[in-house]
């Protein structure tokens, strides 16, 4: 489970066995979990995110997107 980023409570990070799927990052904070595509950024799905997070998350992916782009393709290029 390669973590790519921590801002505060979150992780972002991917699982290692993902690679027949398009891009995304998970997010984790507690028992809280979502996962974003990438390309578009967009919502896949989450688990106990309020909406208001989901909006701060999906801020936070776009900010970050080219960091989770480019640390998924040199891992899965690598895998």
Do not use: T
Not at 26 to 49: E, M, N, T
Request: proline share 5%.
């Amino acid at each position: 489970m390669p973590s790519v980023l921590r801002i505060g409570a979150y992780r972002f990070f991917f699982y290692s066995n993902e690679w027949g799927e398009p891009p995304h990052i998970h997010i984790q904070s507690g028992k809280k979990l979502a996962k974003f595509w990438l390309d578009p950024v967009q919502l896949a799905k989450s688990k106990r995110f309020s909406a208001l997070e989901l909006k701060k998350l999906e801020r936070l992916v776009e900010e970050h997107r080219e960091l989770f782009w480019e640390r998924w393709h040199e891992y899965f290029s690598n895998a």
